[in-house]
């Protein structure tokens, strides 16, 4: 643990990572920064992790940027005049190292999100693979409400996911965006009741670390790319990734499975690799 600011955990295969300034709902301070890249970084290297949970404490997931900061400093800009190139180029490593890390994880990432998140922490949200909630589940992009255009890759994520409409909308707009309105929009996966969230989490990071990593980690590499090729590209392009998966034990353990009608097992953690 680097920060207080980040509780890390790992135990049969699931990594879990919890943003941890209930106080502040979750806001972002320097060392929940800090904290959250060297946790994903130690978790995507570990061979004892096949999955990743990423959720906040307090009933929160994360607001985003700590407005009671910006006030103390004379907002985000410390009362200056002029854009500070250093802050802009340390955030955006920031960015790469958290948003994007999890974006382009190798490993599934899976956002539990009890609460309110707002602001940057939509960015770390939806840049999970998959994301489940309850009806305590609040998104709202707040940036409008401070003053400010949006960062953390909000926008263009929520353009994939949402729409250009829709993503103008709610980021224009803020409106407050509930559990089932965030299911039927494609913001998460499913919606659970608040008491179950724990558990349900669990069971669904439980089916990814304990699944054909060699898999997952090929189905993540080509639905990466795909937004960005053609049927064409993308097509040739995962053919090689295929053929490799046909030669790993979990094939050939999955296809016994199948043939017998039985569940197949796969080695718990991380096995995967298949470039």
């Not at 990594?15 to 959250?36: V, Y």
């Not at 404490?57 to 005049?81: I, K, P, R, W, Y």
């Not at 990734?241 to 790993?248: I, P, Q």
């Amino acid at each position: 643990m680097v920060s207080d600011d980040v509780l890390t955990d790992i135990a049969d295969g699931v990594g879990t990572i919890t943003l941890n300034r209930p106080d502040r709902r979750n806001a972002l301070s320097d060392g929940m920064i800090e904290g959250l890249t060297l946790a994903l970084k130690d978790m995507e290297a570990s061979l004892d992790v096949g999955a990743i949970v990423l959720t906040g404490a307090g009933g929160a997931f994360c607001s985003g940027g700590d407005v009671q900061d910006f006030h103390e400093q004379g907002g985000e800009g410390a009362g200056s005049t002029e854009v500070d190139q250093v802050a802009v180029v340390q955030q955006r490593r920031d960015q790469e190292e958290t948003v994007g890390r999890i974006y382009r994880c190798r490993k599934p990432v899976l956002a539990s999100i009890s609460g309110a998140v707002a602001g940057a922490g939509i960015g770390l949200a939806l840049a999970a693979d998959l994301r489940i909630g309850s009806p305590r589940t609040v998104f709202a992009t707040a940036f409008g409400a401070v003053g400010l255009a949006g960062d953390y890759g909000v926008a263009w994520l929520l353009d994939r996911l949402v729409g250009p409409a829709k993503a103008r909308e709610l980021m224009f707009l803020n409106p407050r965006i509930r559990g089932e309105e965030c299911l039927a929009l494609g913001l998460i996966n499913w919606v659970v009741p608040e008491e179950e969230l724990e558990l349900r989490t669990s069971e669904i990071a439980a089916q990814l670390a304990n699944g054909p990593s060699h898999a997952l980690d090929g189905m993540k590499q080509n639905l990466l790319r795909a937004p960005h090729e053609d049927l064409t590209t993308s097509m040739s392009v995962e053919v090689p990734l295929h053929k490799a998966t046909g030669l790993t034990e979990d094939h050939v353990a999955a296809v016994r499975a199948f043939v017998a009608k039985e569940k197949p097992t796969f080695p718990i953690g991380w096995h995967g690799d298949t470039a």
